[in-house]
């Protein structure tokens, strides 16, 4: 993350404490918070995130660690009260020493109602990706299936392999585009910001 950011980082850490671990990339998700059996708050982040994703996604499992422990009652995971603990948490975080003067617009604007992933705000989503490293920007066998950039958007209809398996792109429902499988003709909700190979890419 970013390094003036470190400090307010480690506050929160020993404000709603829990198990921090950095992991290998998943496809599905950037992080997750967990309670285990035995009450002790568990919280990942992917390790291939671009300095600002990975404190977005920070702060947004600690955001759902402090409504554990201060709500007994807290509606839905993303819900009204995770909403307000996100844009609290966030809000030391939004000035143009943590983030780069390009992203902190989008930011405010997505932190109005903050969803539970930023796949539903393309411009956002769209910005973050620029600070990918080189190692992690898509090839040109790759597409993501759905970030509203021409560029990168999967096209209704086209045939793509994810999870080594080979899919359809069907339509766009909020975060989530259903695709069809080609071998079992089932459905799936796939992320829409999920890189997948192109079967036809030149």
């Known amino acids: 993350m970013p390094a003036v950011a470190l400090p307010y980082c480690e506050q929160l850490h020993v404000q709603y404490p829990f198990q921090f671990r950095v992991v290998r990339p998943r496809r599905t998700?950037?992080?997750?918070?967990?309670?285990?059996p035995d009450r002790s708050m568990h919280i990942t982040v992917n390790a291939d995130l671009n300095p600002y994703a990975f404190l977005l996604t920070y702060v947004h499992e600690v955001a759902h660690c402090a409504v554990y422990r201060t709500y007994k009652r807290p509606g839905p995971p993303h819900?009204?009260?995770?909403?307000?603990?996100?844009?609290?948490?966030?809000?030391?975080l939004l000035t143009e020493a943590v983030f780069p003067p390009d992203l902190l617009p989008l930011l405010?604007?997505?932190f109005q109602k903050p969803a539970a992933t930023t796949a539903g705000h393309p411009a956002l989503r769209q910005a973050l990706r620029q600070y990918d490293p080189a190692s992690t920007q898509l090839t040109d066998k790759?597409?993501?299936v759905n970030v509203g950039k021409p560029l990168w958007t999967l096209?209704?209809?086209?045939?793509?392999?994810f999870q080594k398996k080979t899919f359809v792109r069907g339509k766009l429902r909020r975060t989530r585009v259903v695709c069809k499988e080609v071998r079992t003709g089932r459905s799936y909700a796939i992320l829409a910001d999920v890189r997948v190979e192109v079967l036809n890419a030149q």
């Not at 819900?79 to 030391?92: E, N, S």
């Not at 096209?155 to 392999?161: H, I, S």
Request: proline residues 9%; glycine residues 8%; hydrophobic residues 35%.
């Open 155 to 161: 096209p209704d209809g086209q045939p793509f392999v």
């Open 142 to 144: 790759q597409c993501v």
């Open 108 to 110: 405010q604007r997505y």
């Open 79 to 92: 819900g009204k009260i995770w909403q307000t603990m996100f844009q609290r948490l966030m809000t030391p």
């Open 29 to 36: 998700r950037f992080g997750d918070f967990r309670v285990l």
